[in-house]
């Protein structure tokens, strides 16, 4: 079967970093996606990793550990517009279709 | 480009009526998808289509149909709607296997009563 966990929610303060951790279990593996969704609006790819380690994107930084089912995004300097869900995502290969978790809501406060 | 659209935006449909959300996408993708998010939920993957007149089953399926005769196209056709189909329905592409992006159309909220 497929399990991803991830907080439900979580709140942070603008300019400070904060991390979003992403656990799963599932019967196949082929990468780890992060999406963000606003409020009423479509998701937007982030990030991937396929191999274990940290992959870094300006700001946004994701991490994978295969033997863990483990995962994590790190946001940096924090702003308001960040307050969002953010989506882990387990899938990619033949079909590259994703399996979801319910996503963490972020709210970022002044 | 326009990427991926879809119509119609908003749709309420009382029980037991049919209709048919339309997805577009103008990427030349291969691959396309129809997700359902019901409120405070992760998407939930309903069919998925690797190319033209090939289509298969996610993970929740029933109640929907769909067809692919087009790569541009992939209507997504509910049948006798009930009330447990309330979501909103988003469609999405990628270019093909591997680890690649996929593009998401802006969503069409349903609502059946």
């Known amino acids: 079967g497929q399990n991803i966990d991830q907080p439900t929610e979580m709140t942070a303060t603008e300019g400070a970093i904060v991390q979003i951790n992403c656990t799963y279990q599932?019967?196949?593996?082929?990468?780890l996606f992060w999406y963000q969704q606003h409020a009423g609006e479509a998701p937007t790819f982030l990030s991937y990793?396929?191999?274990?380690g940290l992959e870094e994107k300006g700001r946004f930084s994701s991490f994978l550990s295969r033997s863990k089912g483990y995962s994590y995004l790190l946001l940096k300097e924090l702003q308001m517009k960040d307050s969002a869900s953010y989506l882990c995502?387990?899938?990619?290969?033949?079909?590259?279709?994703?399996?979801f978790g319910t996503g963490t809501l972020l709210a970022v406060q002044p | 480009n326009a990427g991926v659209t879809q119509t119609p935006k908003f749709r309420i449909l009382k029980i037991g009526q049919s209709m048919t959300l339309q997805c577009t996408q103008d990427?030349?993708?291969?691959?396309m998808y129809w997700y359902r998010q019901d409120p405070g939920m992760g998407l939930k993957l309903i069919y998925y289509?690797?190319?033209?007149?090939?289509?298969d089953k996610g993970e929740v399926p029933n109640g929907y149909n769909v067809s692919r005769s087009t790569t541009e196209d992939f209507p997504l056709r509910l049948e006798l709607a009930a009330p447990s189909q309330t979501s909103v329905y988003f469609c999405?592409?990628?270019?093909?296997?591997?680890?690649?992006?996929?593009?998401f159309g802006p969503g069409t909220r349903l609502t059946v009563l």
């Open positions: 599932t019967s196949g593996f082929n990468g």
């Open positions: 995502a387990v899938g990619g290969g033949a079909t590259n279709k994703l399996i």
């Open positions: 999405a592409s990628s270019q093909g296997q591997g680890f690649n992006e996929q593009f």
């Open positions: 990793n396929v191999l274990d």
């Open positions: 289509s690797v190319g033209a007149g090939i289509t």
């Open positions: 990427m030349n993708h291969n691959y």
